[in-house]
């Protein structure tokens, strides 16, 4: 008689356990600037210079200026984590470099948008202080 064992899967690798801090942090990013600018008011209600500590940090670290908090950072760890799978990884990295070319290709498109609409907009001022210089002919001066 024999029998048989399941092989019990290696314990997968824990995520390194951050502090108080870290964890604050990361959570506060999840829920963008609203609630950094809402912790430094309260910060600044409750006592002055955990107001003043938080706005500098944030100056610092420059994620009040750069777009979206955590929209950037939950990105960028985990669009290029491996999945283990050589052929889904190869999949994900060119739907990613085609979905960044669409949008580079969709920004262009938008900005001659716009170079368009005001070129319309100047065009057509243009026209007007036209039509009124010749509807209203200046005075001869004596």
Known sequence: MTTVTAATPAPAALPPRQNWLG???A??????KGAWIAAMV????LF???GLALLFYM???KNMF???CAKRTRHARHAFKSSGNTAFDAYKAETLRRLEEEQNAFEEFLARLR???DKA???QFMDEREKRSKQDPEPAEA
């Open 42 to 45: 309260l910060g600044f209600i």
């Open 121 to 123: 907009e100047f065009d």
């Open 59 to 61: 100056i610092w670290s």
């Open 66 to 68: 750069s777009g979206s």
């Open 27 to 32: 959570w506060l990013d999840a829920r963008g």
């Open 23 to 25: 964890r604050t942090e």
């Open 115 to 117: 170079e368009a609409k």
């Open 48 to 50: 002055w210079p955990i």
